[in-house]
């Protein structure tokens, strides 16, 4: 009998210490790894949810196919414990990452959290995890011209996201056979809107948010931008090809209006490493007026850091040619920009140029927007590699997705081609990705 109580009274005991084990663990892991980076309420304390619901069996397109596997129950995603695993296929991507492979390892490290608000994502080089992974990602720009299957893993689990990734232009990538790579990818993850993972230079959610961390803004009382500047209008410009677009018009534009141009096209200035984010930089564009953000191409949504940080982050007025308008105005801060085709002519650009800076007023206009408000939604951009993390995180398991024209994805359908037409001569000898200018 004693026996007996004795062994109830140890299972009892038993039962509590793993019951209390439990319940601390469950208190305890949401904090993990939760050391305030990111002030994103929304996703402070959360719980076990769902993943996403059952409008996400998408519309089909022509362009890929999307279906669910029969499912067992519903899945649920937690953002710090749900462990997803992202292997960085292509070696360019180290020096968008900083994720180093491991022949040039220095720090001894596999695995790195390039979302330090979800630390249970991480990312590796090391091709053998592949096996492991959650989602791969492949660099459009470095891929083979053709599909080569030995260049990509040999084997792909079920759930496995193959994820082609690109901050070029399909410009750049024109010497892609990108028919060849139809079927291939699960998931888009580019600078365009209607990816499945949204990766742009800028938005107006991240620039809110290193707006808010500065100490003079929002602007209030209001600045006069224009009493701290005493130049006109600069043009950082490193890649001198004549062919694009942008070196016609901001030739007819000089005539008209004063323009200093640096950059390995004009005078050097700055010419430190890192320099489009040096001091020195910063102070030479802060002290104009107006900032050529010229992209090399005029791409749908191609909106690329020459307006995000170059121009917005340094407080001066962007006057961007690239992408449509109508681009600009949905995703740039309301009132923030001039865009060379309100204008008939370069000329009528320069006119209006000169006219807004002898006027203060209306030339601060431009900086309104810094001391409105942003309210985010649910597009909000938490930076790349955060969003991808995201969408993996949230995915429910029984998703499958395919891209079956790829080609015509990214290039638009014919005579909807989302680029410009640019006329590349002949002498260029190879089409290659380095012949695009992201840094200025
Ligand atoms: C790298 O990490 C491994 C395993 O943790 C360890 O054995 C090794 O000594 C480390 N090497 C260096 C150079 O720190
Ligand atoms: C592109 O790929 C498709 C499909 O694999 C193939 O039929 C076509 O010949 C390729 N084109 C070129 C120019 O290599
Ligand atoms: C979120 O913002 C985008 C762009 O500003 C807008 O198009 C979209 O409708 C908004 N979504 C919600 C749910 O408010
Ligand atoms: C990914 O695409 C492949 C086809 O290339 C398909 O077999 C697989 O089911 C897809 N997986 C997911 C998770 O969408």
């Not at 600078?191 to 602007?219: E, F």
């Not at 390995?264 to 200035?269: A, D, S």
């Amino acid at each position: 009998m004693v026996t007996r109580w004795g062994f109830f009274i140890t299972l009892t005991l038993l039962n509590l210490v793993v019951l209390t084990t439990i319940v601390m663990w469950s208190l305890w892991l949401p904090t993990v790894g939760w050391a305030g980076q990111d002030s994103d309420s929304a996703t402070r304390g959360h719980i076990w949810t769902p993943c996403l619901p059952k409008k996400s069996r998408q519309q089909n397109s022509e362009f890929y196919k999307s279906w669910e596997e029969a499912a067992s129950g519903q899945a649920y995603y937690h953002p710090f414990q749900s462990r997803v695993r992202v292997v960085l296929w292509s070696d360019a991507l180290w020096w968008r990452t900083g994720v180093a492979a491991n022949k040039d390892r220095r720090n001894n490290r596999t695995w790195y959290k390039l979302c330090p608000g979800r630390p249970a994502c991480e990312f590796t080089r090391e091709h053998m995890w592949v096996s492991y992974a959650d989602a791969v990602v492949f660099h459009l720009p470095t891929l083979p011209g053709n599909y080569t299957p030995e260049m990509m893993p040999s084997k792909r689990k079920v759930r496995q996201k193959w994820v082609l990734f690109s901050m070029e232009s399909p410009v750049v990538t024109r010497s892609k056979n990108m028919t060849s790579y139809a079927g291939v990818f699960n998931w888009t993850m580019t600078y365009r809107a209607d990816s499945d993972v949204v990766t742009s230079y800028g938005s107006k959610s991240l620039l809110y948010n290193s707006l808010r961390a500065l100490p003079a803004n929002p602007g209030k009382p209001p600045r006069n931008f224009a009493r701290e500047k005493d130049r006109l209008a600069v043009w950082f410009v490193s890649n001198c090809y004549a062919h694009l677009t942008r070196h016609h018009y901001a030739k007819e534009l000089r005539k008209h209006l004063r323009v200093d141009v640096f950059g390995r096209c004009g005078k050097p200035i700055c010419t430190d490493d890192k320099r489009y984010r040096s001091d020195c930089f910063k102070k030479t564009v802060k002290r104009y007026k107006f900032y050529l953000s010229f992209e090399s191409y005029k791409c749908k949504e191609y909106i690329t850091e020459k307006f995000w940080r170059n121009a917005l982050e340094n407080e001066v007025v962007p006057v961007v040619l690239g992408a449509p308008k109508e681009d600009y105005v949905r995703l740039a801060p309301p009132g923030s920009f001039i865009h060379a085709d309100d204008f008939n002519s370069p000329k009528d650009l320069a006119l209006y140029l000169k006219k807004l800076a002898r006027n203060d007023k209306e030339y601060n206009k431009y900086f309104r927007w810094r001391s409105m408000g942003f309210k985010k939604n649910a597009t909000y951009d938490r930076g790349r590699w955060c969003n991808l993390c995201d969408k993996l995180i949230q995915t429910c398991p029984q998703e499958r997705k395919m891209y079956t024209d790829i080609y015509r994805w990214w290039k638009g359908k014919e005579g909807e081609e989302y680029c410009e037409r640019t006329l590349l001569p002949e002498d260029i000898p190879k089409p290659h990705y380095d012949l695009s200018i992201h840094f200025n």
